[in-house]
């Protein structure tokens, strides 16, 4: 099986198990992964993890649970979840034997890129992302219009999760937006939102 075949695979098992768990774009966040974890019987303990390991899948003897940074933001936490059930339906067996370690990126790059692209197609599939991107209208993208398609998104996705599908799609280059702050960008055009602003009002030990 060639990288291409592999991956295209993981998509297809993405696009089955979001109809299997009745997974819709538009409302599919933390509660409701939360709950496709609890009917495939995998516990979620939140863990002090190391810095660059977001969450980490682990079995052993039909215990299933997934540890994950507690501190990880909704968008970041809800792919990196999406992320660990790829490696509870493919490879689980390799992971009970040792010879897969969950979270070793150098050591199984292609493993590890399927559950980026199996998360990616259970959160946002790629045909209703194209079709977005479609539908903006725009031809040559400037940050500008990154920031407004992800405002326009039904999915909680991240600035990242954006560009990667971008440059998938060929509509702009790899690492094009590498040095660009959207979050920055998004606020300056479109105001601080009203939580963040109300945090930065809030006195100190309040």
Not at 118 to 132: C, D, G, K, S, V
Not at 153 to 179: D, W
Not at 184 to 189: G, R, S, T, Y
């Amino acid at each position: 099986m060639t990288r291409d075949e592999y991956f295209e695979g993981l998509k297809a098992l993405a696009r089955e198990k979001r109809k299997y768990h009745a997974v819709r774009t538009d409302s599919f966040g933390l509660r409701e992964i939360r709950q496709i974890y609890k009917a495939e019987g995998i516990r979620i303990d939140p863990w002090p993890l190391p810095p660059k390991i977001k969450a980490m899948y682990m079995c052993a003897d039909g215990d299933y649970s997934v540890a994950v940074q507690r501190a990880l933001p909704d968008e970041p936490k809800l792919f990196a979840l999406a992320h660990e059930l790829k490696h509870h339906y493919v490879d689980q067996e390799h992971i009970a034997n040792g010879v897969v370690h969950c979270g070793d990126y150098n050591r199984n790059e292609v493993i590890e890129v399927g559950a980026e692209v199996f998360a990616a197609e259970f959160i946002f599939p790629e045909h209703e992302f194209a079709e977005l991107v479609k539908a903006s209208g725009v031809s040559t993208w400037r940050p500008e219009d990154v920031v407004r398609l992800k405002r326009g998104t039904p999915a909680k996705i991240s600035y990242m999760f954006v560009q990667k599908r971008l440059e998938r799609l060929g509509v702009v280059e790899r690492g094009a937006f590498g040095a660009v702050r959207f979050k920055k960008l998004e606020e300056q055009m479109f105001g601080v939102p009203f939580w963040k602003a109300r945090a930065r009002r809030r006195p100190l030990g309040i």
